[in-house]
């Protein structure tokens, strides 16, 4: 009898150790990073070089510490702050700052301003092209995007995008990608000529925002806040491959090619995690509850963490409360 009951046991803990196994470890929210200060934020960028977060929030852009979570700069007058580009090559930094149409240049390693660009109306989304070696600052009452040298801090060109640019990513290839949200439509600029050579169209219901890009693959993963869902795009024809859903109000979209899974950031309060399957099938895995108002997000790829700006909302006031921004850290 005592050795049945053994066997049992033994077999019980066995079979328990084998479903553990099986069963998928799902994204956590892991911590969350209180910042000072209060007004509204935008979007984030990660420094990976110097381990640095860099965030908007009202009329400045803080820098956090990666792994400490503790401020260690701070970059003032940058009215209306909406995106962060780094410019490692020219120790400088970009801000968009849409109160006074204009870009605000600042000193990598001081944080201190060292120059204002003047741009088209309402700048928001920006990157760095390290294959052109340019700045490109999308306007979104403007339709346009400005596009700067870096080195000299000058305009070298204003180019056309016929509709509202919402969010933009280089393929680091001679290509640049945006969403023009208000026509439904993924614009594809040549980086170096400075000419539209594509148009794709994903339907005037859509309203796509955020983008990523699966390079290996030739998809853009593209968030529409219209039908909420996430399409899936080939970069090359502008054929939609596929179609997933996602929560509401989602302005942020990443791929982690060295784990095959999508992210894209709600602002209702959550993140839907899409597995790719194969480049043209997808299935959601989760639906992360993380906090009203997370709806920008930065990946860092080396430790397959996802960081997200957000604040302690009050639907009495129907506001969010002083005092109470953060950015919450997801993993597993």
């Not at 640095?52 to 209306?80: A, E, L, S």
């Not at 301003?113 to 309402?122: C, E, F, S």
């Not at 614009?187 to 859509?206: C, E, H, S, Y």
């Amino acid at each position: 009898m005592k050795i049945f009951s053994f066997i049992t046991i033994l077999f019980l803990v066995w079979g328990s150790n084998i479903l553990a196994q099986q069963m998928p470890v799902e994204y956590k929210v892991q911590k969350s990073i209180p910042v000072k200060g209060n007004g509204s934020w935008n979007k984030l960028t990660l420094d990976y070089s110097k381990q640095r977060i860099f965030v908007t929030h009202g009329d400045c852009v803080q820098v956090i510490d990666m792994k400490t979570g503790d401020q260690v700069g701070i970059i003032n007058h940058t009215p209306g702050a909406g995106g962060i580009a780094v410019a490692h090559d020219f120790k400088k930094g970009f801000i968009t700052a849409s109160k006074i149409d204009s870009v605000i240049v600042f000193d990598l390693d001081s944080y201190q301003v060292t120059d204002r660009i003047p741009t088209g109306k309402n700048p928001d989304a920006i990157l760095f092209d390290q294959f052109s070696a340019r700045v490109f600052a999308f306007n979104t009452k403007g339709n346009s995007t400005t596009v700067i040298d870096p080195d000299s801090n000058k305009v070298v060109s204003t180019v056309a995008l016929r509709g509202t640019p919402a969010y933009a990513l280089t393929d680091v290839s001679g290509s640049i990608y945006v969403t023009l949200q208000n026509l439904g439509i993924i614009a594809k600029l040549d980086a170096v000529k400075l000419d539209i050579r594509g148009m794709f169209p994903l339907g005037p219901d859509k309203q796509p925002t955020g983008l990523a890009l699966d390079k290996g693959n030739d998809n853009l993963f593209c968030s529409c806040i219209g039908t909420n869902e996430l399409v899936v795009v080939d970069r090359y024809s502008g054929y939609i491959v596929a179609t997933v859903p996602i929560g509401m109000h989602c302005e942020g979209v990443c791929f982690m090619p060295s784990i095959n899974e999508i992210f894209t950031s709600n602002g209702e309060g959550s993140i839907t995690v899409i597995h790719q399957d194969t480049p043209d099938k997808y299935s959601k895995e989760q639906t992360l509850i993380t906090k009203r108002g997370a709806r920008t997000l930065a990946c860092d790829y080396v430790h397959k963490s996802i960081y997200l700006p957000t604040a302690e909302f009050n639907d009495e006031k129907k506001d969010f409360d002083p005092n109470s921004f953060q950015i919450i850290m997801v993993s597993k």
